[in-house]
């Protein structure tokens, strides 16, 4: 069973610092896929981040050296600690899972980024 749940956004002033969690019902040890999407008003969802099980990560480029992805398989939970937010990170957050072929998504949490 997948059912995901994010948490951890909110508001936070340029420059600061936010960590959104991604909570499974349900194991995430045989979920090899799972990733942090972010969509803004008026744009298209993007991939923030993504990691596999194995741990091996991927970043888009305009958040490398800021975001860090991470798992905890034994806790069912990914994380995704931002770090030097800037206002252009405002969105809603998803975090998406993949399992045999079946996408998941969870229903987002919001991040603004503003003095």
């Known amino acids: 069973q997948v059912q995901l749940v994010e948490s951890g956004g909110g508001l936070v002033q340029p420059g600061g610092s936010l960590r959104l969690s991604c909570t499974n019902s349900g194991s995430i040890f045989n979920i090899n896929a799972m990733g942090w999407y972010r969509q803004a008003p008026g744009k298209q969802r993007e991939l923030v981040a993504s990691?596999?099980?194995?741990?091996?990560?991927n970043y888009a480029d305009s958040v490398k050296g800021r975001f860090t992805i991470s798992r905890d398989n034994a806790k069912s939970t990914m994380c995704l600690q931002m770090n030097s937010l800037k206002p252009e990170d405002t969105a809603v957050y998803y975090c998406k899972a993949v399992r045999d072929g079946i996408v998941y998504w969870g229903k987002g949490t919001l991040v603004t980024v503003s003095s």
């Open positions: 990691i596999t099980r194995s741990g091996i990560t």
